[in-house]
């Protein structure tokens, strides 16, 4: 049975609440606004479960932002916009991603 857990303001901070109040959750499924940053990334760490980010707000060869970008990769999780779906559990040896039409860089396990 899927839960539903109101966001707080700091995504991360939402979701350790969501995990804090309902026990045995083996995924997070997160809607987020490809504009918005994530001001508390740094908790990131504390995620142990994967995390798939569904960005709103990003078309037609669009940057993502990287915060979402790193959460789902650090979380073994993945990013789903209009135009693409994207999982991270695939490795890639060069550390170099196209999504979206954009390159991104893996580097030092993070996101640039």
Sequence with gaps: MAKVVMLKKNVIEAILYGLKKIKEIEHVILIADNWAP????????????????????????????????????????????????????????????FINGNLYKLKNGKFY
């Design 38 to 97: 994530v001001r508390d990334i740094n908790l990131l760490p504390k995620i142990k479960v994967p995390v798939h980010v569904i960005l709103c707000g990003v078309t037609n060869g669009m940057k993502i932002n990287a915060d979402y970008l790193n959460i789902a990769y650090k979380t073994k999780g993945s990013i789903h916009t209009i135009e693409e779906d994207i999982d991270f559990l695939i490795q890639n040896a060069s550390n170099e991603f």
